[in-house]
């Protein structure tokens, strides 16, 4: 059964602080793995894209590394700000199928100061 | 537009009656999807369009649940006889080429059945 895992459902950190979220999957035939950012009351925003060969890949204070041999990604947050608080959601894509995204639950983050 | 764009942003509606939810995708996606996002749960998939068509329409909760697209654009939910169930965000997003491109998302359409 192809599902997507998060971890922590909820997490709250000291502004300044780094966090990691994790993303387990089981989705097969990967294409890919992307996390999204969703603001409170806004759409879900794409952050960055791990394909089968990448280990890791930065944005900004958001480094996202993706081990395909044990189906595990993870969102390391460097000097967390307020601004990043939100929902992180992680979605793995199927080479085959009609609708072939699937969807984890997220990660609720909170920044406090 | 520059974006994808939902209709409206917020609906409150009585038990009973239809709702329709619009969504104007970004111009040249030929994918478009619909999600259900209930109060601090994730996105729940309802539908997916390639073009005009729907090859996945698996995600329908009910059969008062339809969708439609028409000239690779705007597309439609339709949700009739509203329950208090049906409340919930319905976030519409799109794609180039579907598949396994990069989705974007509209701001939502907050349904709220009294």
């Known amino acids: 059964k192809n599902q997507v895992e998060q971890s922590p459902q909820s997490l709250i950190i000291l502004e300044g602080k780094n966090c990691t979220l994790q993303c387990n999957y089981t989705v097969s035939p990967f294409s890919n793995l992307r996390w999204y950012k969703q603001d409170t009351g806004r759409g879900p925003v794409s952050l960055t894209i791990m394909t089968f060969s990448e280990n890791t890949k930065s944005n900004g204070r958001y480094t996202a590394t993706l081990d395909a041999d044990t189906k595990q990604s993870s969102l390391h947050i460097t000097a967390s700000q307020l601004s990043d608080s939100a929902s992180y959601i992680c979605v793995v894509s199927r080479q085959t199928g009609a609708n072939n995204l699937f969807f984890g639950t997220g990660t609720r983050l909170t920044v406090i100061p | 537009g520059a974006g994808v764009s939902q209709s409206p942003s917020n609906k409150v509606t009585e038990k009973g009656k239809d709702v329709e939810l619009r969504c104007d995708p970004i111009?040249?996606?030929?994918?478009l999807y619909w999600y259900r996002q209930r109060l601090g749960q994730g996105l729940e998939f309802l539908i997916y369009?390639?073009?005009?068509?729907?090859?996945?329409k698996s995600g329908l909760p009910s059969d008062r649940f339809s969708a439609e697209r028409t000239g690779e654009s705007v597309s439609t939910l339709t949700i009739q006889r509203t329950q208090q169930e049906d409340s919930a965000v319905y976030l519409c997003?799109?794609?180039?080429?579907?598949?396994?491109?990069?989705?974007?998302f509209g701001e939502g359409s907050r349904l709220t059945v009294l």
């Open positions: 111009s040249g996606h030929t994918a």
């Open positions: 997003a799109s794609s180039p080429h579907g598949g396994t491109g990069e989705l974007f």
């Open positions: 369009f390639q073009g005009n068509s729907a090859p996945d």
